[in-house]
């Protein structure tokens, strides 16, 4: 079966830190489109980070530039997010995300992924 499962995500103060991480069973992520993800109660799903393993190019959403990181260990088959800096506004749950292909003006659509993971939260209070 293939699928996305994330984990890390909890509750921390603002200003600390959290490395979420999204393991793909039946799917491999080598030369693949992987992305986060985040919604927040009452808002609509937005991108947080994408990165094209054919190339390397990662890309940021402008709240979380300088703070967040994506990488990717594909011998573990593993996606991370390093979450620095953390503030209030990032509270949400977190979805990690896996598509074909992706590009500077495409990464951020959820339509450009096949697979998605069920989700973890992540709260940060002040």
């Known amino acids: 079966e293939r699928q996305l499962v994330e984990s890390g995500g909890g509750s921390v103060q603002a200003g600390g830190s959290l490395r979420l991480a999204c393991v793909a069973y039946g799917v491999s992520i080598s030369l693949l489109c992987t992305a986060w993800f985040r919604q927040a109660p009452a808002k609509e799903r937005e991108g947080v980070t994408g990165?094209?393993?054919?190339?390397?190019?990662?890309w940021y959403g402008d709240d979380v530039q300088g703070r967040f990181a994506i990488t990717q260990d594909n011998a573990k088959g593993t996606i991370y997010l390093e979450m620095n800096s953390l503030k209030p506004e990032d509270t949400a749950m977190y979805y990690c995300a896996v598509g074909p292909y992706c590009g500077s003006g495409t990464w951020a659509r959820s339509s450009q992924y096949m697979y998605w993971g069920q989700g973890t939260q992540v709260d940060v209070f002040s």
């Open positions: 990165r094209d393993d054919a190339n390397g190019r990662t």
